[in-house]
């Protein structure tokens, strides 16, 4: 099997399942508990959080462990909106967010708040000036992702930060793509609340982490017993927690040399389709791109289709459609990005690891050739091109 579908999980990689097991064995003590054999648990917990903190340059005691990179984003903006205005709040986010953003947004916008949605280029890159100029006085949060998952682009996070700082507005950015990915300051960059997720970066499903920075207010989230500083209630998940730790630290230490090696095999993918596949088209930025991701629009193709196909040769890869919904509507950045509904089915993003290898690149757009003559063999619309092309 190939894989390359990281930006929708990736594997546990050795290292963090051996961190993990211990805390199902012999530690399995509640890190709330008095006793020395829980302290084990505490400890393993106060840990990964200096891990985490230590990725994106926070303090520890600004880092709130969660249950998902979904549930940070919905406790980012709902928390904003309950403490820092109420009903009549007003927030600024993009077109392209995750649906785990733009949902809330959704939500919060029948809940009596107000909610501008900004557009973005053809790169997928957000408009500055637009994004100013939507900030009014009721403004309580700006939330802009860090990179997008589909296509890849990192957006001008520090513009962004210092748009936020001028006019007093809360900044919060879905990392959860980049976290571990690329290098991230959240002093630097002016960031106030920050959403990451353990799966994304070889540590396991099911735990994630807000950072908020210090003297940013920010709600109660889960109601209990009082855990991560009476914020998010709910015994703390220590294996994973110290997973993710884990996860991190060992992120951190191979960014750079791991970014390297994805570039160069990520450049070679891409020259490879656009050298091999007539009527391609990347999506999103050439160069301010996430070193993992390539992503094509691939003209006359149903997506679907071609990852069916794919899966038939053991490629593991994901098009442009949100086939998750059971809906096939074309994926809302491809449309946000000005993409045809037509070419945003025709779709395909490969993302890879720091395990892929250019054997496996060759194998991958050998198969993707094979596979898209022969869905537009099929093609009526294809065969119409084709015709009007001799007839000109
Ligand atoms: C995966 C992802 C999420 C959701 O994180 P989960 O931990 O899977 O809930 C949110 N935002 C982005 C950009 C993602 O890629």
């Known amino acids: 099997m190939i894989y390359l579908d990281n930006a929708a999980t990736t594997k546990v990689s050795p290292e963090v399942l051996d961190a993990m097991i211990p805390f199902y064995t012999e530690d399995y003590g509640n890190a709330s508990s ?3 054999f829980a302290q084990k648990s505490a400890l393993a ?20 462990f969660t249950g998902s990179g979904t549930e940070s984003d919905n406790w980012a903006l709902k928390s904003a909106v309950e403490v820092y205005k109420g009903t009549g709040a007003h927030i600024i986010t993009s077109a392209i967010e995750h649906h785990a953003i733009l949902h809330t947004a959704e939500w919060l916008g029948k809940n009596g708040c107000d909610i501008t949605i900004i557009g ?3 790169d997928g890159v957000v408009d500055l000036a637009e994004l100013e100029n939507a900030i009014r006085k009721e403004t309580v949060l700006i939330s802009i992702m860090f990179a997008n998952n589909e296509i890849g682009t990192i957006q001008p996070i520090k513009e962004i930060g210092e748009i936020a700082k001028k006019h007093g507005v809360l900044f919060h950015t879905d990392a959860v793509q980049a976290f571990g990915q690329v290098p991230i300051d959240v002093n630097e960059l002016q960031i106030d609340l920050l959403s990451a997720s353990a799966h994304k970066l070889h540590g396991p499903k099911g735990v994630g982490m807000l950072y908020a920075r210090k003297g940013t207010k920010i709600a109660s989230f889960i109601h209990g017993g009082g855990q991560e500083r009476k914020k998010r209630s709910g015994t703390e998940n220590v294996a994973g927690i110290a997973g993710f730790g884990k996860a991190a630290e060992i992120a951190v230490a191979t960014m750079q040399q791991r970014s390297e090696r994805e570039i160069q095999l990520r450049d070679y993918l891409m020259g490879e389709i656009e050298r091999i596949i007539p009527y391609c088209r990347l999506n999103g930025h050439r160069v301010q791109r996430l070193p993992n991701n390539a992503n094509y629009s691939f003209e006359f193709i149903e997506g679907e ?16 459609s949100a086939c998750t919904s059971g809906s096939l509507d074309p994926s809302h950045v491809l449309l946000a990005i000005g993409l045809k509904h037509e070419t945003a089915h025709g779709s395909l993003r490969l993302t890879l690891n720091h395990e892929t290898t250019t054997e496996e690149l060759d194998y991958v757009v050998a198969n993707l050739e094979k596979i898209i003559q022969k869905l537009r ?16």
């Not at 106060?46 to 709130?64: C, M, P, T």
């Open 377 to 392: 063999s099929m093609s009526p619309l294809y065969e119409d091109f084709n015709n009007k092309q001799i007839q000109s």
């Open 45 to 64: 917990i106060s840990n990964a959080r200096k891990q985490i903190a230590n990725v994106i340059g926070a303090d520890e005691n600004e880092i709130y």
């Open 120 to 122: 973005v280029d053809k």
């Open 305 to 320: 289709s071609m990852l069916l196909m794919l899966d038939v040769e053991g490629i593991c890869a994901s098009s442009g």
């Open 34 to 36: 008095i006793y020395s």
